[in-house]
């Protein structure tokens, strides 16, 4: 059976619509893994949502205000496998975080550690691919 150039290039163009969303996924090109920070400040949301969990929370600003930080983390799948719940963090808890910080200097980062006042910690099992 041969297709014709003209039947193949419509197939061809649908089946990169379809596959392209598969390619999307960038990793953690966007942050500093070799300068990780570490923060103290209190939960403001735990968001145990696919693709990825996010934990916001304030620290005091540099001068003196408040500064508001978003944290990636992994997908629930696998913090679940690290022992995280969709409870683990609650707005109001007071925590320690570790995070390689946004190359562009905006307040977002991705976990690497997070520990609570009580000395409990959280981290996660594998580095995202």
Same mark, same amino acid.
């Given at each position: ?21 598969? /390619? ?7 942050? !500093? ?12 949301? /735990? ?10 929370? !304030?620290?005091?600003? $540099? ?6 930080? &978003? ?15 969709? !409870? &683990? ?26 520990? /609570?006042? !009580? ?6 099992? $594998?580095?995202?691919?």
């Amino acid at each position: 059976m041969k297709i014709s150039s003209r039947k193949l290039l419509p197939i061809l163009i649908g089946w990169l619509a379809v596959c392209s969303p598969i /390619f999307a996924h960038h990793g953690n090109a966007e942050y !500093d893994e070799s300068h990780p920070l570490t923060l103290k400040g209190k939960v403001t949301q /735990f968001k145990w949502a696919n693709p990825h969990t996010l934990i916001y929370f !304030d620290t005091s600003g $540099e001068k003196g205000g408040v500064a508001h930080w &978003a944290v990636e983390t992994l997908s629930p799948t696998k913090l679940a496998r690290a022992g995280w719940t969709q !409870d &683990a963090l609650k707005a109001g808890d007071q925590v320690t975080i570790v995070l390689s910080p946004a190359k562009n200097g905006q307040p977002v980062g991705f976990l690497q550690r997070i520990t /609570f006042a !009580d000395g409990r910690q959280l981290g996660m099992l $594998e580095h995202p691919q």
